[in-house]
């Protein structure tokens, strides 16, 4: 299932001005939501200059051409999160702006500085945690109907996350394939850019503070939320550890049938689509 790469130019347009308390009554959840899309447009240009650097070694056409795929895709991704970002910032949080560079400046050093293979283990850390968690959160078929844009977004952005999942795993294991050193660096990154998004949320919410609740309206809450959300964290667990064992691989990923099916609503969505390498089958 899900095994061709579509790149796919998607017509999404966001408000001049976004609430960034998207999810009505939520901060919390807002603003970790928020975080992660401000991480995108830093990150993944990072992992597009990972695998360019990378394409000269690679050899072999089926993971080359993944290779291409996943360029291409990625770069629709962050084009995507900066235009939805632009709408975030005009709500008002001057601190985002010091956070974003110290970010930015992190992953230009980590392409001058850092040693290929610790690019490309970097890359593979972080689509190993966000293919499993996705797999996750959306299946088995994703979020439902009359979504609003943003979240048509995420899905979008999710089901090609699913559809390129190997190809980090096949260019690192090609390029150096070492399963320590993967698994030392893979799990630093996901340190690295899951404590930038806490950090992240967690100044929006120095200046955008939930307002306070009364006893009542606090157990209200907890009732309505906590249940839903402890049982997601404890069913993600099993796929997020799996991520680590040395027999782990993304080729063995079973997509359910639904990713599928929201692959070709968002095909019919898109502006334009395009298999850049009928080869980039590398599943
Ligand atoms: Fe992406
Ligand atoms: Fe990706």
Same mark, same amino acid.
């Given at each position: ?27 919390? =959840? ?6 992660? %899309? ?39 991704? &962050? ?9 975030? =910032?005009? $709500? ?10 110290? #970010? ?9 500085? !850092?040693?290929? =293979?610790?690019?490309?283990? &970097? $890359?593979?850390?972080?689509?190993? #945690?966000?293919?499993? $968690?996705?797999?996750?959160? @959306? ?11 943003? @979240?048509? @977004? ?8 699913? *559809?390129?999942?190997? /190809? ?14 993967? #698994?030392? /660096? ?14 992240? $949320?967690? &100044?929006?919410?120095? /200046? !955008? ?11 209200? =809450? ?10 997601? /964290? ?6 997020? #550890? ?17 990713? *599928? ?5 968002? %095909? *019919? ?12 089958? %590398?599943?």
């Amino acid at each position: 299932m899900l095994d061709t790469i579509t790149v796919r130019q998607m017509p999404f347009e966001f408000p001049d001005e976004i609430d960034p308390v998207f999810i009505e009554g939520n901060h919390e =959840r807002s603003f970790a939501f928020i975080a992660g %899309s401000l991480l995108l447009p830093h990150l993944e240009p990072y992992l597009i200059r990972s695998m360019k650097a990378a394409q000269k070694h690679v050899t072999d056409p089926v993971v080359r051409d993944g290779l291409k795929a996943f360029v291409a895709q990625e770069g629709q991704h &962050y084009r995507i999160h900066q235009k939805f970002n632009e709408s975030i =910032r005009r $709500a008002g949080f001057p601190g985002l702006e010091a956070l974003e560079k110290e #970010l930015s400046d992190d992953y230009h050093r980590f392409s001058r500085s !850092r040693s290929l =293979r610790f690019n490309l283990a &970097y $890359a593979e850390g972080f689509e190993a #945690l966000t293919m499993n $968690a996705i797999k996750r959160i @959306m299946e088995p078929n994703g979020f439902g109907e009359d979504l609003p844009m943003y @979240m048509q @977004m995420i899905e979008w952005h999710f089901v090609e996350e699913l *559809e390129h999942r190997t /190809v980090a795993f096949d260019v690192y294991e090609h390029v150096c394939g070492s399963y320590p050193y993967r #698994l030392v /660096v893979g799990t630093w990154a996901q340190w690295h850019f899951t404590s930038w998004i806490r950090r992240a $949320a967690k &100044y929006m919410m120095s /200046v !955008r503070p939930p307002p306070k609740l009364d006893a009542e309206e606090k157990a209200e =809450r907890k009732r309505a939320s906590r249940l839903p959300e402890a049982s997601r /964290v404890r069913d993600m667990l099993p796929g997020l #550890l799996h991520i680590y064992l040395p027999s782990y691989t993304p080729h063995d990923a079973e997509i359910a049938p639904g990713m *599928e099916a929201l692959a070709e609503k968002y %095909s *019919e969505m898109a502006i334009k689509t395009s298999d850049p390498s009928p080869a980039a089958r %590398s599943v």
